[in-house]
């Protein structure tokens, strides 16, 4: 059976269909958060304080799938149909079974097919219900975190080099090129106690007085806060990672040429000095030749004006 290419008949279709395409400069990635078959309560908590973490540019389905299996051939077909019904590019799912207890599984896509996977279990969880502080610390919505990895294994372990990328990616939000020092109100500590474990927590940054123009900083926990174990991880299929790792080429600045919003494209031409003052000017110009006839009209015409006097 043939498939069918559906074309939008309306403007709203049309709009939809444009903020799905690709462009030139993306905007920030969307995650989307899955549970299994199972799940436990630790699991349910570390799902929901995700959310609380990107809910403002975030999809969470509460429903369990059955068919989502990574990891396994034919098992990710329903994660990348999840991934473009909901335009998301980053993929949070948790199971938990006997073998894998409160399993995590943390990965990206791209073009809607899985990229890449990370398999953590997660340890000594502890929620965000559970730390007590000044509410007023707490970080607001949509701001720019810290990131602070400690630990040698970042660099030597390719388990650990593999998970801060994603963690990265998960976090940080959207990218932008300035940034407001007053809005940085909250930090990500990654400390690698192992080459395959990490301790994970997020605190809220505190400004106080230091007598300088600097002022000094600390670090209030806020939850959450976990052991990440890494149990699994498959790196992206080097054709893939060529492709996603491509970039627009910008069209090339054309000299002397602006845009204007309203003349539409303005050119400069620069031309040198004329010299006009020491140009030798002809009698055969067409200016003066109508000059000369009028002039001949008129004294023709005094001439008749003196012959017949009124």
Do not use: W
């Not at 899955?34 to 929901?48: I, P, Q």
């Not at 707490?138 to 998970?163: R, T, V």
């Not at 080429?249 to 050119?267: F, I, S, Y």
């Not at 110009?285 to 000369?292: A, M, N, P, Y």
Request: charged share 30%.
């Amino acid at each position: 059976m043939a498939a069918t290419i559906r074309v939008p008949k309306t403007q709203r279709a049309r709009r939809e269909l444009l903020k799905h395409a690709p462009k030139l400069v993306e905007t920030g990635k969307k995650t989307l958060i899955l549970h299994g078959t199972k799940t436990s309560a630790v699991l349910n908590s570390v799902l929901s304080d995700i959310y609380h973490l990107k809910r403002d540019n975030a999809v969470k389905y509460t429903k369990k799938n059955d068919n989502i299996r990574p990891f396994e051939s034919g098992g990710e077909s329903s994660l990348e149909f999840f991934s473009l019904k909901t335009d998301c590019s980053l993929i949070v799912y948790g199971s938990h079974s006997k073998k894998r207890p409160n399993n995590l599984i943390l990965g990206r896509t791209y073009d809607h097919h899985i990229y890449d996977l990370v398999e953590v279990g997660v340890e000594n969880y502890k929620p965000m219900e559970s730390y007590v502080y000044d509410k007023k610390l707490a970080p607001k919505l949509g701001s720019k975190p810290f990131f602070a990895f400690i630990g040698e294994h970042f660099e030597s372990s390719e388990e650990l080099k593999h998970l801060k990328e994603v963690l990265l990616d998960l976090f940080r939000g959207e990218v932008v090129d300035n940034l407001n020092l007053a809005g940085l109100d909250r930090i990500y500590v990654c400390t690698a106690i192992s080459p395959t474990t990490v301790y994970m927590m997020h605190c809220a940054l505190r400004l106080k007085r230091s007598g300088t123009s600097i002022p000094r900083i600390e670090l209030v926990e806020v939850g959450p806060s976990m052991d990440l174990v890494v149990r699994r991880h498959r790196l992206p299929v080097e054709s893939l990672k060529k492709e996603a790792m491509k970039t627009a080429e910008h069209a090339k600045k054309v000299k002397n040429v602006t845009k204007d919003p309203v003349q539409g494209r303005l050119g400069k031409v620069y031309m040198p000095d004329q010299q006009v003052g020491k140009l030798a000017l002809s009698n055969d110009i067409k200016g003066l030749k109508r000059e000369r006839r009028e002039a001949k009209k008129n004294k023709e015409h005094s001439k008749k004006q003196k012959v017949n006097p009124e």
